[in-house]
């Protein structure tokens, strides 16, 4: 797929900055322009994942337990810089632009034709955040000159004068400026030149080093820490390369001795072999991670580059995950959500699933951070996860939409499972897995209780819709929290069926006593539900208050978090995204048809989708109940969030959830993908937008091809000897003889 772009007006561009960013999960720099920009709102922004500082948090009345402090993803040395001076004249307002982002080859490239007098020169950068060099920003200039001839300056360099975005009237942004490193040490070196830079609050150091050099020898050249200046004659072409190279002290003791080293393999490797490393490394990528539309190309378009800046978002270190806005922008601090788990860790799962181990290895990573916060709220055991962080402790200033949300812990446990339930991975559950669920499942005993009847309750949280807050049983809360009770009972019997069960029992003391207490609460646990509209209510009071007449809120005042107050919505019956119909998404086990849909018509017309994560559940489950005109309208909706910015805010990031739910759109609502103790299985819904669409998962180390079409669907075993599957609720069997199966979908 290739996004280009012929846009230079104002408003194209800052979404741009975003669109046309380049990162590999490690670092991230946006698309700004190399000449600079004197545009006031233009974001320049260079980051790494999970790189922090910590800053104070203030409250006029601050009350026992709220955060002291939280962390901030913090914008880094700027390092874009190529200026072009030809005879000491500024390259500026070019005649012809064009934008590209290839997603085949993972760069981006910006061509610019100027006109100088009689004369025109063409310059191009490509940019590449290395995949498979990870420390790696790479830009290469191309240059040529036509029919103009001078004294050509290119002047690079690392400038450290930098602050974050902010935004007082943006909740979902920083609201006030703060320097947050401080410039330890810095060398010019022959060809370019390193800083160190030192965090204020947290400590942590980042070291960038950045070289340059011009590729041919033959044409005269001045090379210094400053730049390259080059003689210039007309018909030329010739090349310049700018490495720029990350290294800090969260993964490596001495920052600069490990960029500088980088540095050097880097050069020593080439351009071209790094890029066709890049190359390389999408081939395999794709091979996997491809959906294939055909009829839709545009679908198909926008498919790639959603699951694109997926791949370029996500972490796999284990000590970072997927931030609310990835490394595109500075929307939401670069906190890690529950989006992490239940919206974009199912595709590495699928595709990648040493990422999506990596994201849950980060998790347990904080969960001695998720036992103090759990401590801190007033619980005697047991773990409760931040609702967003970064290092492991909570950054929401606001708690009745931020650490009243206890459903996390339920979501992180689900993506636990569903990685056993798609590998099999005794070890992983063994040695991290059974602790976190185990810790989770604790924290569910005892904000919990057991009412006269005998039902067990879990008041005071906040579900996934953000306007209703601090409420008592909670759907989705107490489903998620059911789930995780007894997904960490069944672990525990495996391991000690396997004998496996060593370290979880001494990293926590758990007990076949304790599991049948964990077993009791979720067989005892409350779901409201309302007989007489036959849906499940969202909680104990909401269908109490009196209903938010949608049709008559203005245009202008959506989203309504940004235009009324929070007690105002509160007291209504609106919903700012899938909240119970989401719960049916992911427990649909034990809830009766009539229920699913009465639950979706119910709550569909009450969602503003004011929350990118929302569309994509209801997409989902209108595919489920065979609604296909909804399902595409919401698929359309999702498909193109950011390349359209319906949001409005592109120009702070992607909306990575997002991202993700369109993959979730396609495979978990079209094709009907769910994965459970029982296995894999599918409940097809026949295309009608596209003629026929495909794509591949693994699964127990196997690998399938799935296609569908208006008539039949098949499925291919690429990899492994044997494999059972659910089409439709029939059990399908692969093996090494009968590698591919096709089944009617007219006679289902």
Not at 478 to 498: D, G, H, T
Request: net charge negative.
């Amino acid at each position: 797929m290739k996004l280009v772009s012929n846009k230079t007006d104002r408003e194209a561009r800052l979404v741009e900055e975003t669109l046309f960013h380049v990162a590999n999960g490690y670092l991230g720099v946006r698309g700004n322009l190399e000449e600079g920009s004197c545009d006031p709102g233009s974001i320049r922004g260079c980051y790494i994942n999970g790189f922090y500082d910590t800053v104070d948090l203030s409250y006029p009345e601050r009350l026992y337990g709220f955060p002291q402090q939280a962390q901030r993803m913090i914008n880094l040395p700027d390092v874009q810089n190529m200026k072009i001076l030809i005879d000491g004249q500024l390259l500026s307002d070019p005649a012809e632009c064009e934008r590209l982002l290839d997603t085949s080859k993972g760069i981006t490239i910006r061509r610019m034709k100027y006109t100088r007098g009689s004369g025109t020169i063409t310059v191009t950068f490509t940019r590449m955040a290395s995949f498979t060099r990870p420390e790696l920003f790479l830009t290469v200039l191309d240059i040529d000159s036509g029919s103009l001839s001078g004294k050509m300056e290119i002047l690079a360099g690392i400038d450290c004068d930098v602050q974050n975005y902010t935004n007082p009237d943006d909740p979902r942004v920083a609201a006030e400026a703060i320097k947050h490193f401080n410039l330890i040490k810095t060398e010019k070196l022959a060809d370019g030149g390193y800083v160190l830079c030192e965090t204020a609050g947290s400590a942590l150091e980042v070291a960038v080093v950045q070289r340059l050099s011009a590729i041919d020898k033959t044409i005269e050249t001045e090379t210094s820490g400053n730049g390259i200046v080059i003689k210039l004659t007309a018909g030329m072409s010739t090349t310049v390369e700018k490495y720029t190279v990350f290294s800090d002290s969260r993964k490596c003791k001495d920052p600069v001795k490990h960029a500088l080293e980088a540095a050097d393999n880097c050069i020593l490797a080439g351009r071209e072999k790094l890029i066709m490393e890049q190359k390389l490394y999408l081939d395999d990528f794709w091979k996997v991670a491809a959906i294939e539309t055909e009829g839709r190309s545009d679908i198909q378009d926008a498919l790639e580059f959603n699951i694109f800046q997926l791949l370029q978002s996500t972490g796999r270190d284990g000590i970072s995950s997927i931030a609310a806005k990835g490394i595109s922008g500075e929307g939401y601090e670069g906190h890690y959500f529950w989006d992490s788990e239940i919206y974009i860790f199912p595709f590495f799962l699928f595709t990648r699933p040493e990422i999506a181990k990596a994201m849950l290895d980060y998790r347990y990573s904080i969960l001695d951070g998720a036992r103090e916060h759990a401590l801190l709220m007033g619980h005697k055991k047991g773990a409760l996860y931040p609702w967003r962080t970064i290092s492991g402790s909570e950054c929401s200033s606001y708690f009745p939409s931020g650490s009243a949300q206890y459903h996390i812990n339920g979501d992180i446990a689900h993506a636990f499972m569903q990685l056993w339930y798609a590998t099999g991975d005794l070890e992983f559950m063994s040695n991290k897995g059974a602790e976190v669920l185990v810790e989770t499942a604790r924290l569910w005993l005892d904000v919990g209780h057991y009412d006269r009847e005998g039902r067990f309750l879990i008041h005071c949280v906040t579900g996934p819709d953000e306007y209703t807050c601090v409420i008592n049983n909670n759907y989705y809360t107490n489903r998620c929290a059911q789930a995780n009770l007894e997904a960490a009972a069944a672990i525990c019997q495996i391991l000690w069926q396997e004998n496996a069960a060593d370290p979880v029992e001494k990293a926590t003391g758990i007990t076949p006593e304790e599991t049948e207490q964990f077993k009791r609460a979720a067989a005892s646990m409350w779901l409201p539900y309302d007989k007489e509209r036959d849906i499940h209510a969202q909680d104990d009071s909401f269908l109490e208050k009196p209903v938010w007449d949608l049709s008559k809120t203005p245009a202008d005042k959506f989203p309504l978090l940004l235009n009324y107050h929070p007690l105002h919505l509160y007291r209504h019956q609106v919903c700012k995204q899938a909240d119970t119909v989401l719960a049916h998404f992911l427990y649909e086990d034990g809830v009766e048809e009539s229920t699913i849909k009465s639950s979706f018509d119910y709550y569909e017309r009450i969602t503003t989708h004011d929350s990118s994560l929302s569309r994509c559940a209801f997409c989902i489950m209108a595919a489920r109940l065979g609604i296909k005109s909804k399902a595409y309208d919401y698929f359309s909706d999702i498909l193109r969030t950011d390349l359209d910015d319906t949001h409005g805010n592109v120009k702070d990031g992607l909306h990575t959830a997002n991202l993700g739910g369109s993959w979730l759109a396609m495979v978990m609502g079209f094709a009907g993908m769910r994965l459970s103790e029982k296995g894999l299985s599918f409940r097809i819904m026949q295309p009608g937008e596209w003629k026929r669409t495909s794509f591949r998962v693994r699964y127990l180390g196997k690998l399938l091809n799935i296609q569908i079409d208006s008539k039949n669907v098949e499925i291919k075993l690429e990899e492994g000897e044997s494999v059972e599957v659910f089409v439709n609720e029939k059990q399908l069997s692969l093996d090494s003889t009968h590698k591919k199966v096709i089944q009617s979908l007219e006679t289902m």
